[in-house]
């Protein structure tokens, strides 16, 4: 086991497959407000804000709450017709996580999502009491704030050296290194490694499992 105690997880795709539905669901929201599209690349590029801090990330000039809010709703309508049937976890998810957990890691979500969205996908994976502790971008400070991590650590009475944060986009690492925490990128969710590489992680992977394979090395 390394000397980690405790691993910080970001939801959508970490753990969850579920970038393609964001990306067409952000689209749709686009068109029903009567906003200009954006391609994929900047999408993806916004993944892991919290949703109001995306939408204006995305559109600078959508100052007005209603506007904000309107995109919200369009968003949340779509993305639940697609999650009727939850995204699928990535391959070696579950079986990790089991193992970590086996081992004594003390496990946590750290994502944008909102409350009520966690709840639904942890509840349609069976995980309501899985994990150690999570947090979302509701209850607080969007990413890159180290807000979420640091509530985080109290819970789990760890110091930052003690914490791991593992994400598929750039406020996630960011959201590690303000909070002193070490990071893991993965390349197969919303960002390209090359891009992730920049903000100094101390692992890169391309599959789930090379981080199960690592940590064991520890």
């Not at 939801?11 to 689209?27: E, F, K, M, N, P």
């Not at 789990?156 to 990071?183: H, I, Q, T, W």
Request: proline share 5%; glycine share 10%; charged share 25%.
């Amino acid at each position: 086991m390394s000397d980690y105690r405790v691993l910080i997880f970001d939801w959508d795709g970490t753990l969850a497959d579920s970038i393609d539905r964001i990306v067409v669901s952000i689209h749709q929201a686009s068109r029903e407000c009567g906003l200009p599209q954006r391609d994929d690349v900047r999408v993806k590029g916004i993944i892991g804000l919290s949703l109001p801090e995306a939408a204006v990330s995305l559109y600078p000039d959508m100052t007005d709450p209603l506007h904000v809010q309107r995109f919200r709703s369009a968003y949340s309508e779509h993305y639940l017709k697609l999650e009727a049937t939850p995204s699928p976890l990535f391959a070696g998810v579950a079986e990790s996580l089991e193992s970590f957990r086996a081992q004594g890691y003390q496990l946590a979500v750290a994502t944008g999502k909102g409350r009520a969205g966690l709840e639904r996908v942890l509840q349609g994976n069976g995980w309501e009491n899985f994990f150690d502790v999570t947090r979302c971008g509701d209850e607080g400070s969007s990413k890159p704030h180290p807000l979420m991590i640091e509530e985080i650590l109290a819970h789990c009475a760890a110091k930052p050296s003690e914490a791991l944060m593992v994400g598929d986009s750039s406020f996630d690492l960011l959201m590690a290194r303000n909070a002193g925490v070490d990071s893991v990128a993965v390349g197969y969710g919303a960002q390209p490694l090359e891009t992730l590489r920049e903000f100094g992680p101390v692992l890169a992977v391309e599959q789930f499992c090379e981080l199960h394979d690592w940590l064991g090395r520890g």
